[in-house]
Structure formats: C-alpha cells, structure tokens
Nanobody
Framework: QVQLVETGGGLVQAGDSLTLSCVAS????????VAWFRQAPGKDREFVAC????????LYKDSVKGRFTISRDNAKNTVYLQMNSLKAEDTAVYYC???????????????????WGQGTQVTVSS
C-alpha cells in the first residue's frame, strides 16, 4: 500500500505562484507513475500533469503547459507541482495519484489510478 499526503494549497491572487508537495509512504514510488489531478466544484476530476512509469516523460494538460511544472525527489519520496501565473480557473482541490502498473493510454483517466491523497485546496482570487 502507498499512502499519499498533499500539502501546500492555499488562497492566492491571480498571477501568484504556489508549490504543492505530495509525500509518499509505505513504498518507494521512484518507479511509479505519479500525477496531479484537480477537481473544481461541480466538475469531474481532471488530469493536470504526470510522470510516466519510467519517469522519462512528463505530460501536461494543455491549459497548464508553460505555467505548471511537475518534479520529483526520489530521495524524499516526494512529488511536487510548481504552479506559476495562477488563474481563477485553476481553483480546485488538487490531488496526487500514484500507480505502479498504469499504462500510457490510461494516464489521463482518474479512475485508472490506484493510490490517491486526500487533496489540498487551491483558491485563486481574480
């Protein structure tokens, strides 16, 4: 079992930056695919960014490309999401996910991921 805990959310103004952290415990996730998803009120959970299982590729939702950066520190068993130039439409609960066996074509489907954190709220005021 893998436990994931997200931190770093908060209330910021449009244009500000925020860094989310996701600390894993229970197992080393260096060989896992890891991702960030988000869910706004009344909307489905949507893919934001991920590392593939090999860790050799990063993928991003089109609307966050150039503003968000996913990174990982395997020594700390931690994944980060650096968010710059935040917009009001980035407001959501952000979730970290991990999976050891997920295939490439399923990376964007939240139902395909095995392990989830509890989420951290990000609110961007305009």
């Amino acid at each position: 079992q893998v436990q994931l805990v997200e931190t770093g959310g908060g209330l910021v103004q449009a244009g500000d930056s925020l860094t989310l952290s996701c600390v894993a415990s229970g197992r080393t996730i260096s060989r896992y695919a890891v991702a960030w998803f988000r869910q706004a009120p009344g909307k489905d959970r949507e893919f934001v960014a991920c590392f593939t299982r090999t860790g050799s590729r990063t993928l991003y939702k089109d609307s966050v490309k150039g503003r968000f950066t996913i990174s990982r520190d395997n020594a700390k068993n931690t994944v980060y999401l650096q968010m710059n130039s935040l917009k009001a439409e980035d407001t959501a609960v952000y979730y970290c996910a991990a999976d050891e066996r997920i295939i490439y074509s399923d990376l964007g489907r939240h139902t395909a991921w095995d392990y989830w954190g509890q989420g951290t709220q990000v609110t961007v005021s305009s």
